[in-house]
């Protein structure tokens, strides 16, 4: 049986709305999964920062990282610091992330990557 595709990511957020059009355009079945509803779980959390690194996973483009305060923003020097902060603030997480079958992860939206890893 094949893994179901599992996007997370918050349903506002462009780049997931996005997301969730080309894999809708691409008749991909996938189970998304709202942080903002159902939180961010740690198990996977940890499969993210273990497969793709915290250093990718940590969104500091983003508006919620840009409202953190100086010293919050320097305390994340690490996987550790970086993954109590995303478990706090699910908004630091960059997105989306798709979680392909059980091992393979990818964080953010690109389109000749995703295509690939269909085909």
Not at 8 to 28: F, M, S
């Amino acid at each position: 049986m094949k893994h179901p595709i599992t996007l997370y990511g918050i349903p506002n957020c462009d780049t997931v709305k996005k997301a969730r059009a080309w894999l809708a355009e691409h008749q991909v079945e996938v189970q998304f999964h709202d942080f903002k509803k159902l939180g961010v779980p740690e198990a996977r959390l940890d499969h993210w920062l273990a497969s793709a690194g915290w250093e990718k996973l940590l969104n500091r483009q983003g508006t919620t990282w840009r409202k953190l305060d100086a010293a919050t923003q320097a305390a994340v020097t690490d996987a550790a610091s970086a993954r109590a902060l995303m478990l706090a603030q699910a908004s630091v997480i960059k997105r989306p992330v798709v979680e392909w079958n059980t091992r393979d992860v990818s964080v953010g939206f690109d389109a000749t990557n995703w295509l690939a890893r269909l085909n």
